[in-house]
């Protein structure tokens, strides 16, 4: 989808028709926080009650010491 409003209109339209479908994101660091959380906003504005995170395995990322 190319605006947040079709993002919106696909997701509710899913959730309306299963309401049980799980809503997940998945970003990598390349991606700035604020898209994320501005992704996550639209994805409640369509009714997730609730939204999961995708992430990578740990031993692809550096690990502060």
Do not use: W
């Not at 992704?39 to 995708?54: K, N, P, T, W, Y």
């Amino acid at each position: 989808p190319s605006s947040g409003q079709k993002i919106v209109t696909i997701v509710r339209a899913v959730l309306d028709a299963k309401p049980e479908t799980p809503v997940f994101v998945k970003a990598d660091r390349a991606v700035p926080y604020g898209n994320v959380v501005g992704a996550m906003v639209l994805l409640q504005e369509a009714g997730a009650g609730s939204i999961g995170f995708v992430t990578d395995p740990l031993d692809t990322y550096p690990v502060p010491e």
